[in-house]
């Protein structure tokens, strides 16, 4: 249980690794995610079920190095175990066919955006990806999102596709043609600034927001946030909601709440590792 059976390097700081969990791969279903906890020691860290081969017991997960959890994560190798997986959590995307969808992807938000992606595909909408991304070194998963959609892709120094932000494609994008909903995943100043546009061209959206959070199963609300004025818990309300409603700038201020800890626990864990990111 929870072996690593196939990992890969996916960009400089991005890995793709499938794991094997029977429960998790037969019952996820796009948008959710899982809680796991590396070893007795370690966190519990958030990652999302990117994708599932139930025939083979596997969940895919991208992991991002940011801090301690997730680079430990990343040197861990195939044939290793993870202590504990949990999950599937959160509520499941709303797919439908609304007819015209386009989809914003930035970063590691990619990974998140592709399982919403294959299954709004299969059932019957046609779907626009803009994915985004520093340089063209940390673009993931773009053959995979060709498969399924037509692509765009958007980096800061434009090594690849239009140079600028994800936005400015979906200037054009709205300008060119009508759409019918949005998803935007990423970074959370980009999915601010994502449900901006969407707003302005009158497109509703759907985010799917990354608080802090530790138990996954709302009993702490470390997960909270403001939606239309009312607390949620983005581990069960969530982790979808509609950009509309979101409280941006109180989300942005708790997401800076542990820093220095972070920092701390980080420099402590690559003086132990001996070596340096
Ligand atoms: C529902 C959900 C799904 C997620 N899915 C994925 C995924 O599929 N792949 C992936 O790589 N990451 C995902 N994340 C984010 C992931 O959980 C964090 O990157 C991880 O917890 C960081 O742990 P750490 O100890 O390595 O870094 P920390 O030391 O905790 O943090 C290092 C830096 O990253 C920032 N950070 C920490 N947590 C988050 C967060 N949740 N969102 C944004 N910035 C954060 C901190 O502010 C800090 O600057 C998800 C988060 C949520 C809530
Ligand atoms: S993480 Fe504890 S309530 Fe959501």
């Known amino acids: 249980m929870n072996e690593i059976v196939a990992k890969k390097r996916l960009a400089f700081d991005v890995f793709d690794f499938w794991v094997h969990s029977p429960s998790i791969s037969k019952e996820a279903k796009p948008g959710q995610f899982a809680i796991i906890r590396l070893h007795e020691k370690g966190e519990r860290i958030p990652l999302t079920v990117a994708d599932t081969k139930p025939e083979e017991g596997l969940f895919r997960?991208?992991?991002?190095?940011?801090?301690?959890?997730?680079?430990?994560?990343?040197?861990?190798?195939?044939?290793?175990?993870?202590?504990?997986?949990?999950?599937?959590?959160?509520?499941?995307?709303?797919?439908?066919?609304?007819?015209?969808?386009?989809?914003?992807?930035?970063?590691?938000?990619?990974?998140?955006?592709?399982?919403?992606?294959?299954a709004l595909k299969n059932s019957g909408n046609e779907v626009v990806a803009v994915l985004g991304a520093r340089t063209k070194d940390y673009l993931i998963m773009v053959d995979e999102f060709r498969e399924i959609s037509e692509v765009f892709l958007?980096?800061?120094?434009?090594?690849a596709g239009m140079k600028g932000v994800v936005t400015d494609a979906m200037d054009r994008l709205f300008k060119e043609g009508s759409f019918n909903v949005c998803w935007a995943i990423g970074p959370t100043i980009m999915m601010k600034f994502c449900t901006l546009k969407a707003m302005e061209y009158g497109v509703p959206i759907w985010v799917s927001l990354n608080p802090i959070m530790v138990d996954g199963t709302g009993m702490c609300g470390a997960c909270r946030v403001t939606v239309s004025g009312r607390m949620k818990f983005a581990c069960v309300d969530g982790p979808e909601f509609r950009g509309e409603e979101v409280d941006w700038d109180e989300l942005l201020k708790r997401l800076a709440q542990y820093r220095e800890q972070e920092r701390i626990s980080y420099e402590r864990f690559l003086k132990t590792a001996g070596e340096t990111k």
Do not use: C, F, Q, W
């Open 154 to 159: 958007v980096t800061d120094d434009g090594s």
């Open 61 to 118: 997960m991208v992991v991002k190095v940011v801090g301690k959890t997730t680079h430990e994560l990343s040197l861990r190798k195939e044939g290793d175990t993870i202590l504990d997986v949990v999950g599937p959590l959160g509520n499941p995307s709303e797919i439908r066919n609304y007819g015209r969808v386009l989809l914003v992807g930035g970063g590691v938000g990619i990974a998140t955006l592709y399982p919403i992606a294959k």
